[in-house]
């Protein structure tokens, strides 16, 4: 029932009907509890200097994305077990892989995932329910050709939240619920030609935070985002966010956390400095945060080797990996530094950036980099003088 009159509060549109007068302390409060699941394994089932059992000392969980052959390639399953403690879903959640065709729905790869996080005492990121890109085709096709009418896209839009996070109701940590809205300019803004903000308008986003809510009221709700803590030269966008972030809370809006992804290129430059001071200001809202995609990408003699072409980059990535995880260690409300994929053996970067690559914590050979070392010794260095350990996670 509470599902149909959100829907037609959703095709109506209005915002403030839908939202009602909470108020910021619900960031504070909603979701945020320990997990009280007994699990199969522990931190402290693994060795004491992987990076999952140094974090778990400080009350950190250490992620990594990962892709189907993460988990079925016993050499590369066995890193992503031993060293990482919160899983990311690569692809297997994105919706066009849970929904190839309408009401025809695939799991494997999402329940997989879930299945090897409960196996290896891991928790999951779910990533991610309202994104501009990797949707159905049949989805933006209709919504192109006008077979499917703005109503009947709420109504999508909703059942796809509600099926989607219901089906993992109790096993998610944190969901990222909406993702990349907002324009790389100065000023930002959320980007008018995203295609659900052409589609449905702005209150998509309140709307998915509230019914991911509803369907799961123990997962903390993320927004995600790259270039929002201060990797963007002017911090337009991480303002934008900012301001955003503080008006959905004004509003009720059940947004508790927000992701910062963690993108690195080593040909930009980067300060450690500005990026902890603007996790730091969403923590002021009452938020936590998170490091969601952590990778530092570089120029590269070849995509399968990946061999640095400029030696001060074999010192510029470990360097700027040690400069994000010393702002999440330094920043308690920091729930996670999670990196996207461990190894350049399955880094998304060749593929989408030509000439570059090296940009993980494990080489094409899946043996540890000086980024790996680096996380390391800043783990360990850390669980030995912070004092308000057990805090990020209730
Ligand atoms: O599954 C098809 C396969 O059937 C086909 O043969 C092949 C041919 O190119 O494509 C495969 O799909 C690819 C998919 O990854 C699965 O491997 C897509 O082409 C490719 O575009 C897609 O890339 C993903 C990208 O998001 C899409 O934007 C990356 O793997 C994924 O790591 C990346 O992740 C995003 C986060 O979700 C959000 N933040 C940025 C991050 C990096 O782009």
């Known amino acids: 029932m509470r599902r149909r009159s959100l829907l037609a509060m959703g095709a109506a549109g209005g915002t403030a009907a839908v939202l009602g007068t909470g108020t910021s302390a619900l960031a504070a409060t909603s979701g945020v509890t320990a997990d009280s699941r007994i699990w199969a394994k522990h931190d402290h089932d693994f060795d004491p200097t992987s990076l999952r059992a140094l974090g778990s000392r400080i009350g950190m969980h250490i992620g990594s994305a990962l892709i189907p052959q993460d988990i079925d390639t016993p050499s590369y399953a066995a890193i992503a077990a031993s060293q990482f403690n919160v899983y990311t879903p690569g692809n297997e959640m994105k919706w066009q892989v849970v929904e190839p065709e309408p009401g025809v ?28 890109n990797q949707l159905p085709t049949w989805l933006t096709t209709g919504v192109a050709n006008g077979s499917i009418t703005t109503s009947q896209l709420w109504g999508l839009l909703e059942q796809h939240v509600f099926i989607e996070v219901g089906r993992y109701r109790g096993r998610i940590w944190q969901w990222d619920v909406a993702n990349e809205f907002f324009l790389d300019a100065n000023p930002s803004g959320i980007d008018p030609n995203n295609f659900w903000i052409q589609a449905l308008g702005p209150t998509c986003i309140p709307k998915a935070y509230i019914w991911a809510h509803e369907a799961d009221p123990g997962a903390i709700l ?173």
Not at 114 to 121: I, K, P, S, W
Not at 224 to 242: L, W
Not at 312 to 317: E, M, Y
Not at 328 to 354: K, N, Q, R
């Open 222 to 394: 993320v927004y995600n985002d790259y270039n929002i803590a201060g990797e963007d030269g002017t911090n337009a966008k991480s303002d934008a966010v900012f301001a955003w972030a503080g008006q959905m809370l004004d509003q009720g809006v059940p947004l508790m956390a927000i992701g910062n992804q963690g993108h690195l290129d080593t040909q930009y430059g980067f300060s450690g400095q500005r990026f902890q001071a603007d996790l730091e200001r969403y923590t002021t809202l009452g938020l936590k945060v998170a490091i969601t995609e952590a990778d530092v990408r570089t120029f590269v003699n070849n995509a399968t080797d990946q061999v640095p072409t400029d030696n001060l980059a074999l010192f510029a990535q470990p360097f700027e990996f040690g400069q994000m995880i010393k702002a999440a260690i330094a920043v308690p409300e920091c729930l996670s530094f999670t990196v996207w994929g461990f190894t350049d053996a399955d880094s998304w970067v060749p593929g989408f950036f030509t000439g570059e690559g090296y940009a993980t914590l494990y080489d094409v050979n899946l043996n540890p980099k000086p980024a790996y070392y680096e996380l390391q010794q800043d783990l360990m260095e850390s669980a030995g003088v912070r004092h308000h350990v057990r805090t990020r996670n209730g």
């Open 105 to 132: 729905y695939d799991w494997t790869g999402a329940d997989n995932l879930v299945h090897f996080a409960e196996q290896n005492g891991a928790r999951v990121r779910g990533h991610t329910l309202l994104w501009h």
